[in-house]
């Protein structure tokens, strides 16, 4: 079916047969006109790889000269290359274009004259695009598609319009409703997209921050575990082979020897000092969540106890080869009890030492009975213990020293302070409790007490 053209409204002069039919052809391009360079400048900083671009400048030039050469296009094409009133008016219409971005809506009025006079299209549907997609305000936007539709329907000169001519008036006001809601949603559309892509690349920039954040988090964790597992292994290790070297040196005969075992003791010393300050920039920052694998448990500790070197009572009721405890809870009694021989080598050389690991129930038993050879205070100290053991439910973990024998000889090993600390952070990401402190006696007790089921698992 053919559309036949809508009826001419009144020719310009010098212009013979030209109607607004002859012009609305280029409409529908009207809007891809400008757009589609502001669509290229929006998303040209989006490269695609594999696909080449042309280099921003040549986009921003061409985003505002090309709409301009097709404006000028339109106005010779409507009116001619004979100068006069109507194809003065589109060329300035045309011309106005240039300043679109700076002045959108004093543009926009200027190129109005030429699609009343000079019936050209391209000029003030560019100009209202524009300022669709730089001045979104609503009321300007209404009052810039009223503008253009009256433009549009009203003839030139006035004293042409027809108003008996119904079907004509109706479809040139369609057609006026078409050509200045159009480039509004073009211009809004685009400038959406716009901020649409600026919002995902934020959500971008956030997306990575985050992962950088969570990176350095897990960097500060597995630091933390590191200098934990460092001071509890590394410390104790190097700590027993001063303490025999320090045995050495004093019991060999030969002067090699006791100069090779001097020299140990040196180095094992020194050891330790650089482990100290080292344990302490590796636990600046970060938590423990994971673990490092293979493990010791509870039955490891006679073992380790054995190669101690120490002067020291186990006591057990068979929790350490009881199963059933988890492994979080085993692997921090292990280290506790590590620890606190550590410290007893270096601050309590020659004391006699008590390990006591039992279940809950038996250490409250005990602590009921109480020793004979303790004080009151003691077992009233004992007592309290057992009674926060048995609210656990779970293990209690012990350790206590007498004082130093005067006689034995201090190994002089460096103490960075955070032995305690760590395993006071052990037991509390267990749901444990910890404590530390002289006893009457002139000793020192660790007493740790973890709960049946642990807070946290597979930690510590």
Same mark, same amino acid.
């Given at each position: 079916?053919t559309?036949?053209p809508? @009826?001419? &409204?009144?020719?310009p002069p010098?212009t013979?047969g030209a109607?607004?039919a002859?012009?609305?052809?280029p409409?529908p391009?009207a809007?891809s006109?400008s757009?589609?360079?502001? =669509?290229?400048?929006?998303s040209?900083?989006?490269?695609?790889?594999?696909?080449?671009?042309?280099? &921003?400048?040549?986009?921003r030039w061409?985003?505002?000269?090309?709409?301009?050469?097709l404006?000028? !296009?339109d +106005?010779?094409?409507?009116?001619?290359?004979?100068? *006069?009133?109507e #194809?003065?008016?589109? #060329?300035a219409?045309?011309?106005?274009?240039l300043?679109?971005r700076?002045?959108?809506?004093?543009?926009?009025?200027?190129?109005?004259?030429?699609?009343?006079?000079?019936y050209v299209w391209f000029?003030?549907?560019i100009?209202?695009?524009?300022v669709?997609?730089?001045?979104?305000?609503?009321r300007? #936007? $209404?009052?810039s598609?009223?503008l253009l539709a009256?433009?549009?329907?009203?003839?030139?000169?006035?004293?042409d319009?027809?108003?008996?001519?119904y079907?004509?008036?109706?479809?040139t006001?369609?057609d006026?409703?078409?050509?200045?809601? $159009?480039p509004?949603a =073009?211009?809004?559309?685009?400038?959406t997209?716009?901020?649409?892509?600026?919002r995902i690349?934020?959500?971008?920039?956030? &997306?990575?921050?985050?992962?950088?954040?969570?990176?350095?988090?897990?960097?500060s964790?597995?630091? !933390?575990?590191?200098?934990?597992e460092?001071?509890?292994?590394?410390a104790?290790q190097?700590?027993?082979?001063?303490?025999?070297?320090? !045995?050495?040196?004093?019991?060999?005969?030969?002067?090699? +020897?006791?100069?090779?075992?001097?020299?140990?003791?040196?180095?094992?010393?020194?050891?330790?000092?650089e482990l100290r300050?080292?344990v302490?920039?590796?636990?600046?920052?970060?938590?423990?969540?994971?673990e490092?694998t293979?493990?010791?448990?509870?039955a490891?500790?006679?073992?380790?106890?054995?190669?101690?070197?120490l002067?020291?009572?186990?006591?057990?009721?068979?929790?350490t080869r009881? @199963?059933?405890?988890?492994? !979080?809870?085993?692997?921090?009694?292990?280290?506790i009890?590590?620890? +606190?021989?550590?410290n007893?080598? /270096?601050?309590?050389?020659?004391?006699?030492?008590t390990?006591?690991?039992?279940e809950?129930?038996? +250490?409250r038993?005990e602590?009921? /009975?109480?020793?004979?050879?303790?004080?009151?205070d003691?077992?009233?100290?004992?007592q309290?213990?057992a009674?926060?053991?048995?609210?656990?439910?779970?293990?209690r973990?012990?350790?206590?020293? *007498?004082?130093?024998d005067a006689?034995a000889?201090?190994?002089?090993?460096? *103490?960075?302070?955070?032995?305690?600390?760590?395993?006071?952070e052990?037991?509390?990401? =267990?749901?444990?409790?910890l404590?530390a402190g002289?006893?009457?006696? *002139?000793?020192?007790?660790v007493?740790?007490?973890?709960? /049946?089921?642990?807070?946290v698992?597979?930690t510590a």
């Amino acid at each position: 079916m053919t559309v036949s053209p809508l @009826p001419p &409204r009144s020719s310009p002069p010098g212009t013979p047969g030209a109607s607004p039919a002859s012009s609305a052809a280029p409409a529908p391009a009207a809007p891809s006109a400008s757009p589609t360079p502001s =669509l290229s400048s929006v998303s040209s900083s989006q490269s695609v790889p594999g696909r080449w671009r042309p280099p &921003r400048r040549v986009m921003r030039w061409g985003s505002l000269i090309i709409p301009v050469l097709l404006a000028v !296009a339109d +106005a010779l094409l409507v009116n001619g290359v004979t100068f *006069g009133l109507e #194809l003065n008016v589109s #060329l300035a219409a045309a011309a106005a274009l240039l300043v679109r971005r700076r002045l959108p809506a004093l543009v926009f009025l200027i190129t109005l004259p030429g699609i009343l006079i000079g019936y050209v299209w391209f000029a003030p549907m560019i100009a209202l695009y524009t300022v669709a997609r730089l001045r979104p305000d609503r009321r300007l #936007l $209404g009052i810039s598609a009223l503008l253009l539709a009256a433009a549009h329907f009203i003839p030139w000169p006035v004293s042409d319009f027809e108003p008996t001519a119904y079907r004509q008036n109706t479809l040139t006001l369609i057609d006026a409703c078409v050509t200045s809601v $159009g480039p509004i949603a =073009l211009g809004l559309l685009v400038r959406t997209r716009g901020e649409l892509a600026a919002r995902i690349e934020d959500l971008t920039r956030s &997306r990575r921050h985050a992962d950088e954040l969570i990176a350095e988090q897990v960097l500060s964790t597995e630091r !933390a575990r590191l200098a934990r597992e460092m001071h509890d292994v590394v410390a104790h290790q190097v700590s027993l082979i001063s303490l025999q070297a320090g !045995a050495v040196q004093i019991s060999a005969e030969d002067a090699k +020897a006791r100069e090779g075992a001097r020299t140990i003791r040196e180095l094992s010393v020194r050891t330790l000092d650089e482990l100290r300050h080292m344990v302490g920039i590796l636990r600046a920052a970060g938590g423990d969540h994971e673990e490092l694998t293979p493990q010791p448990r509870l039955a490891d500790l006679p073992r380790m106890i054995e190669l101690s070197a120490l002067n020291v009572s186990f006591e057990t009721d068979g929790a350490t080869r009881r @199963p059933g405890h988890p492994e !979080a809870v085993e692997r921090a009694a292990f280290r506790i009890v590590q620890e +606190a021989l550590t410290n007893v080598r /270096k601050h309590a050389p020659g004391a006699r030492v008590t390990v006591r690991v039992n279940e809950a129930e038996a +250490a409250r038993q005990e602590a009921a /009975k109480g020793p004979a050879q303790e004080a009151e205070d003691a077992a009233q100290e004992a007592q309290e213990a057992a009674e926060k053991a048995e609210e656990t439910g779970g293990l209690r973990v012990e350790v206590r020293n *007498g004082p130093p024998d005067a006689s034995a000889v201090a190994p002089g090993l460096p *103490g960075g302070g955070h032995g305690l600390v760590g395993l006071r952070e052990r037991a509390q990401l =267990l749901g444990g409790t910890l404590e530390a402190g002289p006893t009457e006696e *002139g000793g020192f007790v660790v007493r740790a007490d973890f709960p /049946k089921t642990p807070r946290v698992t597979g930690t510590a």
